[in-house]
């Protein structure tokens, strides 16, 4: 499955934050946009959400920018 996801990065705390209303997913991050931190730490974040291994989730689209497609394996 492909899920758009808006990343809000250098948060207080990680999490998923809700909705918008097109239904992309609001994810918060800790982690800082540099070197790929914030990627990493939102991949783990939904893998925990989905309950899937951390390499069954991996980001297709937007590496450098706030809204992602997130491919998320079985």
């Known amino acids: 499955m492909t899920v758009r996801v808006k990343v809000i990065p250098r948060s207080a705390s990680s ?8 239904g992309t997913l609001r994810v918060k ?3 800082a946009p540099e070197k790929g931190k914030a990627n990493e730490e939102l991949c ?16 297709v689209s937007g590496h ?5 497609l997130v491919r998320v394996l079985p």
Request: aromatic letters at 4%.
């Open 15 to 22: 999490g998923i934050a809700g909705e918008l209303a097109d």
């Open 44 to 59: 783990r974040i939904l893998a925990e959400h989905y309950g899937v291994a951390r390499n069954a989730v991996s980001v």
């Open 64 to 68: 450098t920018a706030s809204l992602k």
């Open 29 to 31: 991050v800790a982690a």
